[in-house]
């Protein structure tokens, strides 16, 4: 008796993602691993009485989505129902956000945390007419004097509260910041309730520790929306010790230990890298060499559908708070500086290199948030030195997102192998509120996807959610066109990539992230089944369309976890 095949996939354009972007028109699966790739004749005789055959309909088949830098806990914390939406349209200015928080205050219990994400400044209304203007304190404290408040904005490099929730925290004018953070103050010196960096943890951990229960709603949550948007595999960027106070522990060990409850009860529905987060913003060396030495990394139990890979190192801020280590000054002044401990430049740029150094002679892949060209200098050089006092093959450091990367650093990340992890979806939002602080050809390089790849530099790309919403068909639209949300107006047209280079950004590429391109990542005979289906042609498609293509299909594994065709 014949082998017949569980799924097989028809009359379609399917992109395999192999070294030649070969594209098909059928696919075969069996037993979880794709059998048979080709035209529908290569695939007739696996069809069964009982196969399942997929009829494309002229739609598009690829490889599952990998988003390569995705907080998994976080955003379904700082979503619907667990917190308010307070991104763009859903608000447009302070007055919006502060309706919001009255609402909410209405339905919560007196003393009760509100909280809520997403707001950005450059889509309220008030800021917008008046760049000096920032969201404060007295904005929320009519509407919420019962309640403390916190909400985390866009990039989640910055917390609004009201002075509920100083009080709570303990927050007073004399109150310091740690290094690299940011507590704004008005003229008289008084907080106004504005924390940047490092600075949000004061407040952070003034939250409520989140429950096992609330983190599993949280995650199972995630996972639901990104089946129904083709992502199959996704790294959870940072959780230990350092995420204790952030986020109520989002980030912390015990998310976790959520994590493996889930794949051990079968709920696991993606693909889970994890990078430890042995210590926050603002630690030192010591402290972060400390944490990683005492940290027992639990051994998972299926690595292929949760594997600890990594450890992740904050090394600075953001542009839009003037945060990121830069070579040039903002408009307006300063140049940012390292987020970590340190009295100079010097110093910090010495802890940032031993960090690296100690944990690459750990054995782990080191993934770094750094956004400012002088940030990723520093950390690149940290790359090169680490491997040069310790050879290790195949050690995949990579920048993680790497707003400003610089020719020096793309020349040295692919003589060394390294990578950097970008993020089209956050220029897409923010391109044009760049240009305020770094000024239009600053705004317009910012992600240099063309220049990267051309380099020789491995790209992958990520949403960071909840900094956005993952919608990868967004993210290619945007290294196709480089046009801006708010205006349209194009953003660095010379960086613009070809729709072949932006996929493999989103499947192979980051597959290779997660040392994991042997078995996932395209479509090719004797890999696992990670698949997703558009309805729509891709290749053909209008490039201001693609970001409205349905999912038709998700299949993880060769089992389908997201199905429109049935519905």
Known sequence: MPDFSDLVFVNGSVLTVDPDFTIASALAVSDGVITAVGARGDVEDLIGPDTRVVDLAGGTLLPGINDSHLHGCAWGISSPPLA??????????IADVAEAVRAAAERTPPGHWIMGTGWDLGYLAECTEDPSRLPTRHDLDAVSPEHPVLLLDFSAHATWVNSTALGVAGIARDTAAPPGGVIVTDAVGEPTGLFQEGAQVLVQQALPSLTPDVRALAVRSTLAKLRALGITSY??????????????GALSQETLDVYRRLLADGELTARVSVLLL?????????DFTRALDGYD????????RLNIIGVKIFADGIPPNKTAWMHEAYLGGGCGALCVGGETDEERVAAIAEMVRHAHAAGYQVGVHVTGDRGIDTVVDAFAAATAGQPRPDARHYVIHGDFLTPRSMKTLAQHGFAVNMNPTIKWTIADLEEEFVGPERAAYEWPYRDALDAGVRVASSSDAPVTFPDWRQGIATMLLRESKASGRVSGPEQRITLAEAVRTYTIDAAWQDFAEEWKGSLEVGKVADLCVLAGDLLTADPRAIAELPVALTVLGGEVVHDALES
């Open 84 to 93: 308010l939406d307070l991104g763009y349209p859903a608000v447009r200015s």
């Open 235 to 248: 790294t959870e960027p940072g959780l230990g010790p350092g995420g204790d106070r952030m986020m109520g």
């Open 278 to 286: 042995p210590t926050g913003m603002s630690s030192t060396a010591a």
């Open 297 to 304: 990394v639990p051994e998972s139990d299926d690595p292929r």
